[in-house]
Structure formats: C-alpha cells, structure tokens
C-alpha cells in the first residue's frame, strides 16, 4: 500500500536556491496536506514564504513500511 510525502521547499528568490525543506509524512494525500496545513499555521516563517510565493511542493510516493517511526527518548 502506497503511503506519502509532501516536500515544501522554501527558496530564496534572489538566486533560487533551496533554503530549506519541510517533509510531511502520511498515509494519504490527505494526511499530508493535513499536517502541512497545521504547520502553516503555526510557522511565521513558512507563512511569509508562501503568501510571497518563496515556495514548492513536490509529492513522493513510498512505500507505508518507509514511514518513518520515532525512536523514544528516556
């Protein structure tokens, strides 16, 4: 069964090099889009990035064994 990354790129608009990625992983399209709305919510600056158009999104499909799982910290 196929699960999902959404990739956002943040980019500097000068010289168009990548400044930064978020990665949001999920079962679904949905899933992502779910977590990546939140995000943007919350980060000022990933906000200014996309209302001035400073970012790209690019799907990744894999594998749902490829999901990753956080080790627990003691």
């Known amino acids: ?4 990354i959404l990739e956002s790129f943040i980019v500097n608009p000068v010289d168009e ?6 990665r949001f992983f ?4 949905e ?3 779910s977590t990546f709305d ?7 600056y ?9 970012t790209y999104e690019k799907w990744i499909p894999i594998s749902e064994d490829d999901l ?6 003691a």
Not at 1 to 4: E, G, L, N
Not at 26 to 29: A, D, E, Q
Not at 68 to 73: F, I, L, N
């Open 1 to 4: 069964m196929a699960a999902w």
């Open 46 to 54: 990933f906000q200014s990035a996309k209302t001035e158009g400073r």
């Open 17 to 22: 090099r990548v400044l930064m990625s978020h």
């Open 26 to 29: 999920g079962r679904s399209k």
């Open 68 to 73: 990753p799982v956080a080790e627990k910290v």
């Open 38 to 44: 939140e995000h943007l919510g919350s980060c000022s």
């Open 31 to 33: 899933d992502c889009r």
